[in-house]
């Protein structure tokens, strides 16, 4: 992996921005190549949707409580994520590497993984699951040069990924924390931007 790209790093919003679909969004890197870029916004759930909820609509769980759902209360009760704009009826679950599918996890970096599959949620609901999670539906993608384009023009800061932001803060506190994880306070970003 060239240094060039940035999987398993943040992307964070710049206030000029100029998108509302990213607007003080914090963005996880997977998949960065010369072909493009796809990444996850794990800062915006959505409203009133969980994932118990979700899995309730997908028919992985039944209509109500049953032995056979192994399924932690918190993880039941967990947001789903507005993951971006490409595809949003497509589920992208970002989790912790104690869960791979061999033929179906991006392994991101070696703390963090994405799966696309189904089968993932069937195992969360049987209690074989990752210890952490975190379901998006979408994702944010970027067409070859793209992303590099819009880095040139300041939209955005990187820094580095970090599970404990992703998996233990809540969302409303993620763009702060990837902020003052590269030294920024918030409070004195501007949304004039300039080259140095």
Known sequence: MSSDYLDGQFLIAMPGMGDPRFER????MCAHTGEGAM???????????LLGDLLHRLGLLP????????MPRPLYNQPVFYGGPVEPGRGFVLHTTDYLLSDGTLRVDSFIGLTASLDILHDVVQGRGPQKLMLALGYAGWAPGQLESELMENAWL???????????LPPEERYAAALKSIGIDPANLSAASGHA
């Open 63 to 70: 209509p109500e409580e049953t032995n056979a759902i192994h």
């Open 158 to 168: 990187t820094a580095p990924g970090d599970e404990d932001i992703i998996f233990h």
């Open 25 to 28: 969004a914090v963005i996880y």
């Open 39 to 49: 990444g996850l916004v794990i800062n915006r759930p959505m409203q009133d949707m």
